[in-house]
């Protein structure tokens, strides 16, 4: 697989929203009851993923496969440095998409001077984020049931390099 992340375009929107029904569905099921799942697949339409592209910085991983189109296989959303709507393919999952989209919108937000993330978990995908550094802050009821918040520190990205002086 050759993985990017780019910015989410319209066009991806319908791609987008049946990964994030097909991960309900198949997955968070596990952990959810169906009427919590109803009610998120209700929410999370192509045009709300629109809507969520014009106040949040919404991202796509792609798969480019040679000689065919680009496919969208994953997606993650960034307001500051707040964490939102983290989905991966499920025929996909484990093969590093998600860590990649979380690699992604930390740097940018380092970049953008944050010194920590935050993100509010799913009980499914809580081992996933404590794999990748974070750590429990506090549990939280939400409309879409039970989320674990969690944190982790940024590193500040490094300072441009002295010039040194040769004379
Ligand atoms: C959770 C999810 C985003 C992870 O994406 P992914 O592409 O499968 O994850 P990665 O392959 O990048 O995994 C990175 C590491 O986390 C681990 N991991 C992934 N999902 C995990 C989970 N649910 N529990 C524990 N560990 C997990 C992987 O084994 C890997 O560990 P390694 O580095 O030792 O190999 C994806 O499985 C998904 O979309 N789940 C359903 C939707 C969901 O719950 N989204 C989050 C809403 S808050």
Redesign the pocket.
């Given at each position: 697989m050759a993985i990017t992340v780019r910015p989410f375009r319209s066009a991806d929107a319908p791609r987008v929203a049946e990964i994030v029904h097909r991960?309900?569905r198949e997955?968070?099921s596990r952990d959810y009851p169906a009427d919590i799942i109803d009610m998120m697949c209700g929410h999370f339409t192509a045009e709300r993923f629109i809507e969520l592209s014009r106040c949040r910085l919404v991202y796509v991983a792609v798969d480019h496969v040679v000689g065919e189109d680009e496919r969208v296989v994953?997606t993650v959303s960034r307001d500051g440095n707040r964490v939102y709507?983290?989905?991966?393919d499920?025929v996909?999952?484990?093969?590093?998409?998600?860590?990649?989209l979380?690699q992604h919108i930390e740097t940018l937000a380092a970049d953008d001077g944050y010194d920590h993330m935050e993100?509010?978990?799913?009980l499914?995908?809580?081992?996933?984020y404590?794999?990748?550094g974070y750590t429990d802050v506090r549990e939280t009821e939400t409309e879409f049931g039970f989320?674990h918040i969690l944190r982790k520190p940024l590193s500040r990205p490094d300072p441009p390099r002295a010039r040194r002086d040769t004379g």
């Open positions: 991960c309900l997955v968070n994953g709507s983290m989905f991966v499920p996909l999952a484990g093969r590093g998409i998600g860590r990649r979380m993100t509010g978990a799913s499914t995908a809580h081992g996933f404590l794999k990748l989320n």
